[in-house]
């Protein structure tokens, strides 16, 4: 049995805990005895997933480094043979036999520097150090981050596997897109403070909009951003997610000008609600994104602009990359990133 730590479904960060549900939904199981073992600070369960199948603490934990000093505990007493961990912050299992598989996102100092700020990076190199210490397998969601840790860490080839983020478009193409009058171009996931606006491109689209601003559209952005917003862009700190879903849908074109991504799911999220996307070349995203998004390099304010003023101009162009857009959207099933962990573990001798 695999137990999982299911506490960014509590804690966040937002992405990550998507990223533990598409697992969840694509587990292969059958009744209620068997699957993995999700273990959970507080809160509920995914919907769908077995209520016997989920575990808390004794007292629900409000922090996290409180919940994974609980996780050995746990895990042993549980009687699971692996731990599947969704972030490089793991617990040492090693004195139990009892191995441990984590995912690593991204490490974009490797490319950028402190990009995110130095507390940030020197936090992602003291975790990564520590999974290289206690993890049988680590999982990265790109063929960039795959690239990056070897950079760092060429030793932990053979503990390295790809295994790209799973995702469900169904609540996306069921959405309906209200007409917008005048259309709009949306940005979501802004970054929080200036170090990651900057990591997410921000002041460039900013820029760029300056620049070329198709005739009669809005901007919109969703989050809280860090830096000075121009008079007349609209900025909706926080949606819930059926207003997000919305809003994504309702949109005339998704910008998304990252300079650096370990994956990035605002740009499926778009496609299969049927809204074309313009974004960047940065780290995973031409993975992502393949050839039913209009790409740019990252960082370039004139490029962006230029494809701003283009793809504002043409509804034909933005059209064309819906329906590749559509297809690109269901490249990803929960399921094979289900299997492939499963897989993982199986090369482990842990059974699912």
Request: net charge positive; proline share 11%; charged share 20%.
């Amino acid at each position: 049995m695999i137990a999982i730590d299911g506490s960014p479904r509590h804690f966040g960060p937002f992405s990550v805990a998507r990223m533990l549900d598409a697992w969840l939904q694509g587990w292969p199981r059958g009744d209620e005895s068997e699957g993995p073992l999700l273990l959970l600070p507080a809160g509920e369960a995914p919907a769908g997933f077995p209520a016997a199948r989920v575990r808390y603490p004794e007292v629900p934990c409000r922090r996290a480094r409180r919940f994974r000093s609980l996780l050995p505990g746990q895990v042993v007493g549980a009687g699971a043979q692996g731990l599947l961990a969704p972030w490089m912050a793991v617990p040492d299992l090693r004195p139990f036999g009892i191995p441990v598989v984590a995912m690593v996102h991204e490490l974009p100092f490797v490319r950028h520097g402190p990009i995110e700020g130095y507390r940030r990076m020197w936090t992602q190199r003291l975790w990564l150090r520590r999974c290289a210490e206690r993890c049988a397998a680590l999982l990265v969601p790109s063929r960039a981050t795959r690239d990056d840790l070897l950079t760092l860490r060429p030793d932990l080839e053979a503990r390295v596997h790809l295994v790209p983020h799973g995702f469900d478009p169904a609540p996306w193409t069921c959405v309906q897109r209200p007409p917008a009058d005048p259309p709009y171009a949306l940005m979501v996931g802004v970054g929080a403070g200036r170090a990651h606006a900057h990591k997410k491109g921000l002041d460039v689209l900013l820029a760029a909009w300056g620049q070329a601003a198709p005739h009669g559209w809005r901007l919109v952005l969703v989050g809280e951003p860090a830096l000075a917003v121009p008079a007349g862009v609209e900025v909706h700190a926080a949606l819930d997610p059926d207003a997000l879903q919305r809003c994504v849908a309702g949109a005339s074109l998704l910008v998304y000008p990252s300079r650096m991504e370990g994956f990035g799911f605002p740009p499926l999220e778009a496609m299969a609600a049927g809204v074309p996307v313009l974004t960047t070349d940065a780290g995973s995203l031409p993975e992502v994104v393949g050839d039913a998004a209009h790409v740019v390099p990252a960082g370039d304010v004139g490029a962006l602009a230029a494809s701003l003023r283009t793809l504002g101009a043409d509804a034909s162009a933005r059209t064309a990359r819906v329906a590749r857009g559509a297809s690109r959207a269901e490249a990803f099933p929960p399921r094979a990133a289900a299997q492939a962990i499963v897989d993982v573990f199986a090369a482990l001798d842990v059974r699912a």
